[in-house]
């Protein structure tokens, strides 16, 4: 009899135990399917750390080790961080776009060190299509590949680089354009579908960047039609951000006008007119709204389609550099022009920043 309650004691724990690691294998799968349901994006727009061009420029303090670090723990925490590069990373070459004594043409040259500066502030996904990108010609674009090929960093850029990487067995790609003759070309609407079309049937996720626009405080509207500025054709985005969602882009950021501009929801996917100026130092002139910014934070679903976000409002002041803004200034302005420029396509902006769509 002793033996028999020792065996049935035995035999409930045995079952107790059994459904103890079925019961937790089933929530840690269940809860790792609600994790892979969705993919988090954080975007942001122009960086330039500092400039080693023209010579005696000063960089920033602590070699630009502390620049990114405020901002670290928000890039760093969603499964894809992405950035345009606003210049190229090289050590010597010469400008092919400004003359060493240049008074009004700027050009950069971002040390190839500060490369660790993006990979550990969290960066995965860089564009190298801007106007910036090729100040030093060749050796400059060949040069920053070269810097975030070796850190590990995704990117695209010149006519034919299509970056890609894989996140819960889904393979996100990124295409950027700009308005240069080196990168695929925003003024060229179709081969821009032509492109994308190409990237959706090799992709599940397909993000498109595009620098363009005009830049400035009186540039923050989105028009319809073309934009063009001292005599360049920078797009028309309306057009060109539609279009490339109508051929199965998932997510549309623009930069280039150094000032933030409206979000609209197309499709039910996401499109950022312009995430404004991010961390540029010394160059650049901070003054009113182009020293406010953010960082974007996106969740989307394993098909693509926009899910729900949220504005992190940061600011800048000279010399320059990503700050958390307590005033957080930029959601209302962001909330303002999205609902002047796209009307029903607008997203929703509360308060604290959350953004959805009706």
């Not at 404004?276 to 010394?282: D, E, H, L």
Request: net charge negative.
């Amino acid at each position: 009899m002793f033996i028999n309650k020792k065996a049935t004691t035995l035999f409930i724990f045995l079952l107790l135990f059994c459904f103890y690691i079925t019961s937790n294998a089933f929530w840690q799968e269940s809860a790792s399917k609600q994790t892979k349901d969705k993919i988090s994006f954080a975007a942001v727009g122009d960086i330039m750390m500092g400039t080693t061009w023209p010579e005696g420029l000063a960089l920033p303090p602590n070699d630009g080790a502390d620049i990114l670090k405020e901002i670290t723990p928000i890039l760093s925490k969603v499964d894809i961080a992405f950035g345009n590069l606003e210049g190229p990373m090289l050590e010597g070459g010469k400008s092919t776009k400004c003359a060493s004594k240049s008074i009004n043409c700027f050009a950069f040259r971002v040390p190839t060190r500060y490369g660790k500066h993006l990979k550990d502030a969290g960066f995965d996904f860089i564009s190298l299509a801007n106007n910036h990108a090729n100040d030093f010609g060749a050796y400059g674009m060949e040069s920053s590949q070269k810097v975030l090929d070796d850190l590990g960093i995704v990117h695209s850029g010149p006519i034919g680089s299509i970056g890609s990487l894989t996140i819960n067995n889904k393979k996100v790609s990124l295409v950027a354009f700009a308005t240069n003759g080196v990168s695929y070309n925003i003024n060229d609407v179709e081969t821009a579908k032509k492109v994308v079309s190409e990237t959706v049937k090799k992709s599940d996720i397909v993000i498109v960047s595009f620098h363009g626009g005009a830049e400035g405080e009186t540039h923050q509207n989105v028009p319809n039609g073309r934009e063009v500025y001292l005599g360049e054709e920078r797009g028309d985005l309306r057009k060109f951000a539609r279009a490339v969602v109508d051929v199965g882009a998932d997510l549309v950021i623009g930069h280039g006008p150094h000032v933030v501009r409206g979000m609209e929801v197309y499709k039910e996917r996401l499109i950022a007119y312009s995430l404004g100026n991010f961390a540029t130092y010394g160059a650049f002139n901070l003054e009113g709204a182009k020293g406010l910014s953010l960082i974007l934070e996106i969740d989307i679903d394993n098909e693509g389609k926009f899910l729900s976000g949220k504005i992190h409002p940061l600011k800048q002041e000279k010399p320059g550099g990503p700050k958390t803004d307590p005033e957080k200034k930029v959601i209302s302005v962001i909330k303002s022009l999205s609902q002047e420029d796209f009307a029903d396509t607008s997203i929703k902006v509360a308060e604290d920043g959350a953004i959805s769509f009706p």
